[in-house]
């Protein structure tokens, strides 16, 4: 089975801080995505990357950057946190020419 | 605007019941789509694929249906369980080159005893 783990379930973090998202998948996929989930609006991309170092602005990477340096391994990071930032952080992974992503659990960040 | 709309935005059913939820997208071209459940707290799971040319597709208690004429489908389930309790995501693959998604806001169910 396709594991995608994200590095926290719960945070919470103030105005202005600096943070790091994690999120790894034991698959060997290519392509990794960061979405933020809100609700009412679905899932939105951030980033996502179709090979290691490379990544590609989604519909919304405003405040936002992503690093791959390793193909299993995604970090989404916030240089500095806004409360407009509180949601739900989801990463996924799939091979090129696979239409299905496959998820992980999400991270709740909360911004005080 | 959301390019995929979904309705209701939530419902309550009694076990054993069925029950029908809608998605209405306007995006365009597309390669096929899908209908991903979503338990508190876990990732979307998808739960079934169809592609453009294809009418209905059945997982267990699932059945999705898909009318690309009117650009609509609908996801069925079948003699409700508490496990159904989940956000139900209608999710439309783009005809790109790496096949983005279009989300719809997803259904709430919740089934009660």
């Known amino acids: 089975d396709v594991k995608v783990t994200q590095s926290s379930r719960y945070l919470v973090k103030r105005t202005g801080e600096k943070v790091f998202l994690e999120c790894v998948q034991d698959?060997?996929?290519?392509?990794m995505f960061w979405y933020r989930q809100d609700p009412g609006l679905g899932l939105r991309l951030i980033y996502f990357?179709?090979?290691?170092?490379?990544?590609e602005k989604g519909d919304i990477p405003e405040g936002y950057s992503v690093s791959r340096e390793k193909k299993e391994r995604f970090s989404l990071i916030l240089e500095s946190a806004s409360t407009n930032q509180t949601s739900m952080y989801l990463c996924?992974?799939?091979?090129?020419?696979?239409?299905?992503?496959?998820f992980g659990p999400g991270t709740r960040l909360t911004v005080l | 605007k959301n390019q995929v709309e979904q309705s209701p935005q939530s419902l309550i059913i009694l076990e054993g019941k069925n029950c029908t939820l809608q998605?209405?997208?306007?995006?365009?071209?597309?390669?096929?789509l899908r209908w991903y459940k979503q338990d508190t707290g876990r990732g979307p799971v998808s739960l079934t694929i169809?592609?453009?040319?294809?009418n209905t597709k059945s997982n267990g208690r699932y059945t999705a249906t898909l009318d690309a004429d009117t650009k609509q489908s609908s996801l069925h389930i079948t003699a409700s369980q508490l496990s159904d309790s989940a956000s139900y995501i209608c999710?439309?693959?783009?005809?790109?080159?790496?096949?983005?998604?279009?989300f719809g806001a997803g259904t709430q169910v919740v089934v009660t005893p």
């Open positions: 169809m592609t453009f040319s294809e």
């Open positions: 996924a992974s799939n091979n090129n020419g696979g239409h299905e992503q496959f």
């Open positions: 990357s179709y090979d290691v170092k490379m990544k």
């Open positions: 698959m060997d996929h290519e392509n």
């Open positions: 998605c209405n997208y306007t995006v365009s071209p597309f390669s096929n």
């Open positions: 999710v439309v693959i783009l005809t790109d080159s790496w096949g983005k998604l279009q």
